[in-house]
């Protein structure tokens, strides 16, 4: 009777103790999921951060060249008001992905990226004396804008040769 009890505690400790170790790996594999999700959603919003942004300051480097290009041509005020209040509505529409890419990123070397785009398209406002200082400020932001593009494509790269979301790195 005796080796029955002990057999059967035996069992009911084994069982106990299957049960335990079985929850703490559907814990950890639940929690490992919730961190690639997260990590996931992550990436997806510095993606359309990127990618908004990169819209936007192309939107306003082109509404800021025909601004340009209008001056240069001696066009009538009402058209280059049309296009003043244009560029107005583009330059506000970089403001949005401006800061969720300030948010979203730490990477210094994609917000340089960034930050010289936008200068670069600002610029081109101060570019209005001759066609070629427009030409070349348009030519210069749109530099820029590919070298944010590739900035940000190379942070953004495939996770299993980039760092976690948890790991920004350091640079």
């Keep these: 009777m005796l080796a029955t009890l002990i057999t ?4 009911i400790v ?3 103790l299957g049960a335990i170790v079985s929850g703490r790996f559907q814990e950890r594999a639940a929690e490992r999921q919730v961190r690639v999700s997260h990590g996931e959603a992550i990436r997806r919003d510095r993606l359309e951060a990127v990618t908004a942004l990169a819209c936007a300051a192309s939107d306003h480097r082109t509404t800021m060249w025909r ?4 001056v240069l041509k001696g066009d009538g005020p009402d058209r280059i008001e049309a296009l003043r209040g244009e560029s107005h509505m583009t330059r506000s529409a970089v403001t949005r992905p401006l800061v969720a890419l300030r948010v979203l990123f730490e990477d210094q070397a994609v917000r340089a990226a ?15 004396a001759t066609t070629e200082d427009l030409t070349a400020a ?16 190379h942070y953004l790269r495939p996770a299993s040769t980039h760092p976690t979301f948890e790991q920004e790195p350091t640079r």
């Design 8 to 11: 059967a505690a035996l069992a």
């Design 138 to 153: 348009r030519e210069a932001a749109k530099v820029a804008h590919d070298d944010f593009v590739n900035a940000a494509a």
């Design 67 to 70: 601004r340009g290009d209008a």
């Design 114 to 128: 960034a930050d010289r785009m936008i200068t670069l398209t600002y610029a081109i406002r101060d570019a209005y």
């Design 14 to 16: 084994a069982t106990l």
